[in-house]
């Protein structure tokens, strides 16, 4: 993931409540890993509320990996994952380092396993988002297999991507100021390199030298 492939473009009319703003979440002064959370929790609110609304409308599910092609994640998504990764169980780290091993062989996100995310809880906001409507260069996309029959949205139900990318940047920025490390000091992480990092023997990577913590 990490450019939107598979879209498609609806149109939003209609008046009414207003998808989320993120303008809360990216205050500066919070904490960036309590600003990332409550990002978190906005998207899932509003894709709760979108799927309560169109449910019958939309083929994202699991089995359903079509859009897992994450190549990169910024910093502050990268802790999430890392943190993530070392919290599964000894047998699916170790699966999951072979694979590493293995590179190349498979295109694909090497989070995706048998067709499901092992971090999935913790999935970067993308992967959250893909395929439910976003507002990008003017126009709303949607993944083609979502929303068939349904010509038009209504505006509550769509993301600005703009705005949303904007609020997650301000907590990267946040969190790459606050972390003491040199591995986060990147503007893209490759996934594979961070879950090569949650599997190494890394003493130095468990925390931070302020606020965030590993
Ligand atoms: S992190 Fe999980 S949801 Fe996102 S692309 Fe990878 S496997 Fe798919």
Known sequence: MGSREHSHKKSAGGKGRRAPAFAHEAQAGRDPLESYAALIDLIDG????????????????????A???LGTVNAIEAHVLIRAVRALPA????SL???????????GCVLLSRGACLVY???PVICRTHGYPVLADGAVDV?????RGVEELAPSYVLDLERLNTALAAMDVRFRTLIDEPFFDQDRIPVSDLVERALSACPGCGSTSRRAKN
């Open 97 to 107: 380092g072979r694979r590493l091993e293995r590179g190349g062989e498979r295109p």
């Open 46 to 65: 509003h894709v709760a509320r979108l799927v309560r609304a169109y449910g019958s409308r939309i083929a994202c599910r699991r089995g359903c990996s």
């Open 121 to 123: 809880e913790s999935r």
């Open 67 to 69: 859009c897992c092609i």
């Open 91 to 94: 047998r699916v780290r170790a």
């Open 143 to 147: 993944c083609p297999l979502n929303f």
